[in-house]
């Protein structure tokens, strides 16, 4: 069974930033993408980054969020800058083999137990 555990969320003021931070175990190199889910909203995309270094985000947050895998297999992080408070919301990490799965169907095999984002002053 993969493992996925984020970190990195917090209390924020309008205008910081917060780095999140997810890793995924497995010997196998995985798709990995951020999701979030504010209250009594559905779950959406944010960003996602293939092991060879593609990525893409959510037009919501582009200029905003940089999404990057650092040298380890299956780390992962979520650079977020400017933030606002309609981006406090819980984050969810993604892990899956096929990057067309998240990036189009939104689905993945492997997610983490989410991490709190809160932007308020």
């Known amino acids: 069974q993969v493992r996925v555990v984020e970190s990195g969320g917090g209390l924020v003021q309008p205008g910081g930033s917060l780095r999140l931070s997810c890793e995924a175990s497995g010997r196998t190199e995985y798709s990995m993408a951020w999701f979030r889910q504010a209250p009594g909203k559905a779950r959406e995309f944010v960003a996602i980054?293939?092991?060879?270094?593609?990525?893409n985000v959510a037009d919501f947050v582009k200029g905003r969020f940089t999404i990057s895998r650092d040298g380890r297999k299956n780390s992962m992080a979520l650079q977020m800058n400017s933030l606002k408070p309609e981006d406090t919301a819980v984050y969810y990490c993604a892990a899956d083999l096929a990057y067309g799965r998240i990036a189009i169907q939104h689905q993945a095999d492997y997610w983490g137990q989410g991490t709190q984002v809160t932007v308020s002053s």
């Open positions: 980054a293939s092991p060879g270094g593609t990525t």
